[in-house]
């Protein structure tokens, strides 16, 4: 009875080791594996196979100790083995086993690697060399033939005709080709996206109903971050084959104000030249290209007490004023209607174009 107790408490100890230790190794190589470029699913492969030779240790001794004897291991296989009269539905038996574990392996570390590579090509190449569409182009390309060769290499280990899924795939492209056209269609048009690189990832773009910053150019759709804080994905077709606005192309932007002074208070040579002077001033306004000011209307104010023979009784002179800014200060504007209103308190001032975040 002693020896029994004895042998089940050695039993729990060595078979909480072996997987405690399991364990441990495989939490360590897992999160020293996250700080690297290594994908999520390569990684999780990794420490799965770190923890499988402990746990099939910890079975042995398991079986070692509820016998006490290394025989019983070796009569234990030959009754597996033998339990089979037929000895080929055995080797088909153990041939099935191993051409599953060895697909599933190669399908986890196949994604695995086609996705550590996409990451590393996307994110660590520097930019520099390629800008992000065609890298993300590259990335996809590589990541489909990765998948080309697992899909070939596991039909080889199936022993499957190359014939077979040549045959399958063109009749299935038969088939779905009308049923797919649209997506098809935004296929190609994401491709095309990719290497005419009319606005890269990470730009602000406006389409014929959206304003955003493109997140990311996908296989069927562009996702766009809207200025109002939602996202949205648009059709790659509908992004090719309309008409799209970069608003982030170039550094400089350029913001319009118009003001409406009182003929009586407006003087053609001074005017203008007071506010350009003040504009000038502001620190956040280029100086190149210049600001610029011109008249664009005049508009006669009318009443009921006005003169019998014109009916006016005033006019008012609008100018536009026009500057440039940087790319990203948006606040310019503000300080600029601001230095107006102090300098010109019976002007009326209209932002007509902000230059800034649409």
Known sequence: MTNLALRIILLVVIVLAA???????????????????LDDWIIQTIGVAIFVPFML?????????????FQFLVSFWEHV????????????????????????????????????????????????????????????????????????????????????PVVVISAAAAAFAFSIQDILK??????????????????????ADYTGKVENVQLRSTRLRLVSGEEVSIPNMLIFGGIVVNNTQYEQRRA?????????????????????????????????????IAVSRFTGMFNGTAD????????????????WMPG???????????????????VDLVVENSGGDV
């Open 256 to 292: 319009a104000i118009t003001l409406s002074i009182p003929q009586d208070e407006f003087n053609q040579h001074e005017t203008p030249a007071q506010i350009l002077k003040l504009v000038k001033e502001i620190e956040s306004v280029l100086v190149k290209p210049e600001p610029t």
């Open 57 to 69: 240790i910890a079975l042995l001794f398991v079986l070692f100790l509820v016998t006490m004897n």
């Open 81 to 164: 083995t033998t339990g089979f009269q037929n000895k080929d539905i055995t080797n088909t038996i153990l041939n099935l086993l191993g051409n599953i574990i060895l697909s599933l392996l190669i399908i986890s570390l196949g994604v695995g690697i086609g996705r550590t590579l996409m990451k590393l090509i996307i994110g660590h190449l520097p930019e520099q060399h390629l800008d992000v569409n065609i890298r993300t182009l590259l990335a996809r390309i590589l990541y489909g033939i990765i998948v080309t060769i697992i899909v070939f290499w596991i039909l080889s280990l199936w022993a499957i005709s190359f014939t077979v």
């Open 186 to 207: 935004d296929l190609v048009a994401g491709l095309y996206l990719l290497v005419e690189r009319p606005f890269h990832i990470g730009d602000q773009i406006t389409t």
């Open 328 to 346: 990203g200060r948006y606040m310019t504007v503000t300080e600029v209607m601001c230095a107006l209103h102090k300098a010109l308190p019976n």
């Open 19 to 37: 997987l405690g230790i399991g364990f441990m190794l495989r939490r360590l190589a897992v999160r020293r594996m996250k700080t690297t470029v």
């Open 308 to 323: 019998a023979s014109t009916g006016a009784t005033g006019q008012i002179v609008t100018l536009t004023l026009r500057f």
